[in-house]
């Protein structure tokens, strides 16, 4: 008799602990979304993400887990676009900064000095980091410009692809019969592979 009326107590706490276990897992392991903290210059762009116009609360976006794309646009300026990775939880921290590309944009730019000074530092930022990252993967950049007997190495944006601004096409100009062979011979004295560049070849008569 005791057992029997212990019976439901016993099978309210199974189920109550199933319930607890259940809440328990959705709130760990539930998603929960990751925050964009933007700066954008100009500071009145209109920001997207995936197409979907957002509010800039206290400078961050809310955003779920997953990849997305943040968009910036404003008139006068040149828009601009990057795609992020967000886990749950995290924070992630996104510049967006445009360029002006019309008397718009630059005059925007003379009544925002502070601002536009920014936007020259970034741009600063920008190309030592990828003049960088092209001396990493390009050392022959670092003895360019080149005059030899009968020919000059140089280089200049990439011709098989231009679309990437970090590959470039090595130039090499000759006006010997020789010059050609030379020139290979010197990118090889570093111990790169001609055969890994991508070279444009002009003679000067």
């Known amino acids: 008799m005791d057992y029997e009326n212990r019976r439901p107590l016993v099978l309210g706490a199974v189920v109550l602990g199933v319930v607890i276990v259940l809440v328990g897992t959705f709130l760990l392991f539930r998603d929960k979304g990751a925050t964009l903290i933007v700066t954008p210059i100009p500071n009145d762009q209109t920001l997207t993400v995936d197409g979907q116009p957002v509010v800039v609360a206290n400078g961050e976006i809310k955003v779920k887990s997953g990849t997305h794309t943040l968009t910036g646009e404003r008139r006068g300026f040149q828009s601009y676009s990057t795609t992020f990775q967000a886990g749950s939880g995290d924070e992630l921290k996104v510049k967006m900064y445009l360029y002006a590309n019309s008397s718009e944009g630059r005059d925007w730019a003379r009544n925002n000095p502070e601002q536009e000074r ?88």
Not at 159 to 183: F, H, L, M, Q
């Open 118 to 205: 920014e936007l020259e530092a970034e741009a600063g930022r920008q190309y030592d980091q990828t003049q960088a990252r092209l001396m990493q993967k390009y050392p022959i950049l670092g003895r360019l410009p080149y005059i030899g007997a009968g020919y000059e190495v140089n280089y200049t944006s990439s011709k098989s692809d231009p679309r990437n601004p970090e590959a470039i096409s090595v130039t090499i100009e000759t006006w010997t019969a020789d010059g050609k062979t030379k020139a290979l011979q010197w990118i090889q004295e570093d111990g790169t592979d001609p055969a890994t560049l991508d070279i444009i070849y002009t003679t000067t008569k």
